[in-house]
């Protein structure tokens, strides 16, 4: 990929996130990038096409480190699970947090059908894979079950944290609710 296009897709991740999807024009990501409307169309071939170009970048890189943040954050799979909410924390007390980005999206394209949503599904379902493989881990014996409610209380948490701005009471509430679900799963 050229240098113009990975700072197009960066620009416009940062202005994605801050000021969302819709309210972020083309002529703003040409400003804060300085690249020309020529360039940006040699690249992408619309808004959408930049936005799932965006969203696809993001996912790599997001969910990449939050799973490494996750296994190193402890040896075994019960620490592991429980550092989910441990590292959602950090994140939600980052300067740049605006909530999940794959949220965000949803919620501005709504249509079910489209390549933008199917994005934002693919990476909640990465997510709750992960999710799930240490709910397996740990042994429990409906893992999947496990894993659905441990992946809503992280979904709950991070929407809590950008709505109320009580950002470690939102991650530390569910930290606690998905330990009793783990207890509940192993007894």
């Not at 989910?84 to 909530?99: I, K, L």
């Not at 999206?105 to 390549?115: K, N, Q, R, V």
């Not at 441990?150 to 979904?155: F, G, K, S």
């Amino acid at each position: 990929m050229s240098d113009r296009r990975e700072h197009l897709i960066d620009t416009a991740i940062d202005l994605f996130a801050v000021n969302g999807f819709h309210a972020t024009g083309i002529d703003l990501i040409l400003d804060k990038s300085g690249v020309s409307k020529k360039t940006l169309y040699r690249h992408f071939r619309s808004k959408d096409e930049l936005i799932l170009a965006a969203l696809k970048k993001y996912d790599g890189l997001f969910r990449n480190g939050f799973m490494r943040q996750v296994e190193e954050s402890a040896a075994d799979p019960h620490g592991r699970l429980m550092a989910v909410f441990d590292v959602a924390e950090a994140w939600f007390r980052q300067n740049n947090f605006y909530g999940c980005m794959f949220i965000n999206a949803t919620g501005e394209y709504s249509d079910l059908d489209t390549p933008i949503r199917q994005v934002c599904k693919d990476f909640k379902a990465m997510m709750r894979q992960f999710i799930g493989d240490l709910c397996r881990q740990i042994g429990a014996p409906d893992p999947e079950t496990l894993a659905d409610e441990i992946a809503l209380l992280l979904e709950g948490a991070i929407v809590t944290a950008q709505v109320s701005q009580d950002r470690s009471r939102a991650a530390n509430v569910a930290k606690t609710a998905a330990q009793a679900l783990i207890d509940r799963a192993l007894d």
